[in-house]
Structures are given as C-alpha cells and as structure tokens.
C-alpha cells in the first residue's frame, strides 16, 4: 500500500469517527432537551416497535427489535424496562402462545416515537438542504455502498457481530 493510500484510508476513518461523534452529540443534545431524558438507544427502540407494529397489527418480540438493531436480545430487556417504568411501552402475553411476550407502544410512547421521528427526518431534511439534492444522493449511495461492503466481508462477525444471532 502506498503513502497516498494510507492518507486517504486515515482520512476515511477519521471523518467517519468524526461524523459518528458529531452526530451522536446532536441526537443526544435534542433528545434531552425534547424527549424527557431518553437515550438514543431508547428512541431506537421506540422507532423499532412503532415500525414494527406498522401494517400487521400485532406487538413485536424482543427478538425482532434485537435483530433489527442489531444487538442482544438482553441488552433489549433492559431498555424496555427503562421504558415501562416511563410508561412509554407495554408488554402484551401471546394469547396463543403463553410463552411469547410481545411488545407494543404506549399512546404516550406512540406519541414520542413520531416527535423523535419528525425531528430526526427534520434534522436530515436540513443536512439535505445544506448539501443540495446532488451531494445528498452521492452521499446516501455512497454510505450504501460502504454498509455493503462491510456487510458482504463480515463473514466472522467481527465487524456485525449479531448476524446470525438466535434471540
């Protein structure tokens, strides 16, 4: 590998590490002052169930939220109890199978899903303005492409460690 490689490889991951930060400190600032307190990971979950619900009817299991962001299903135990204590979600027992919890949304918990929602859609609804309709589509195909090609050479885990994961 040659010098100009390595440059461009360490400005890679740095601007990646950068914007992950950056955006992490946003989501965060606005989901304090907006959201009574709740962490990132909480909203992700509250986006999980309302999404999850979407169409079907029926509440979801702490094992589809797990896949869907990718990490364990304990991990989900934790954050759902956080959120029954606020009453932002419930837990509903499968009547056809005693054994299966399913997770559904509060009203009050439906109604933060969807303020999160318009604040994050309104967050990149301004990064797109700011970029334009062309570097905004650049940029989305090429975050895309950089999702595929870790997922396509994680084939040990070790960059999606939840593939393949029963929960």
């Known amino acids: 590998m040659d010098s100009d490689t390595n440059a461009t490889a360490r400005k890679l991951a740095q601007s990646l590490m950068q914007f992950n930060k950056t955006f992490m400190q946003f989501h965060r600032s606005e989901l304090h002052q907006n959201f009574a307190g709740c962490k990132p990971s909480?909203?992700?979950v509250l986006f999980a169930i309302r999404h999850g619900v979407q169409g079907n009817g029926r509440p979801i299991k702490v094992s589809e939220i797990s896949k869907h962001m990718h990490v364990t299903s304990p991990t989900i135990t934790q954050l759902l109890n956080?959120?029954?204590a606020n009453g932002?979600?419930?837990r509903h027992t499968d009547p056809t199978?005693?054994?299966?919890v399913g997770i559904a949304l509060t009203e009050h918990g439906e109604q933060l899903a969807l303020k999160a929602?318009?604040?994050l859609f309104e967050t990149f609804q301004n990064?797109?303005?700011y970029l334009?309709?062309?570097q905004s589509n650049q940029l989305a195909d090429l975050l895309i492409k950089a999702f595929q090609y870790f997922n396509e050479?994680?084939?040990?885990?070790y960059f999606f460690p939840w593939k393949g994961e029963e929960a």
């Open 97 to 100: 199978d005693r054994r299966a």
């Open 82 to 84: 956080s959120l029954e």
């Open 42 to 44: 909480e909203v992700g």
């Open 153 to 157: 050479r994680d084939t040990n885990g």
């Open 127 to 129: 990064l797109s303005e």
């Open 132 to 134: 334009g309709d062309q």
């Open 88 to 90: 932002l979600v419930e």
């Open 117 to 119: 929602e318009n604040v």
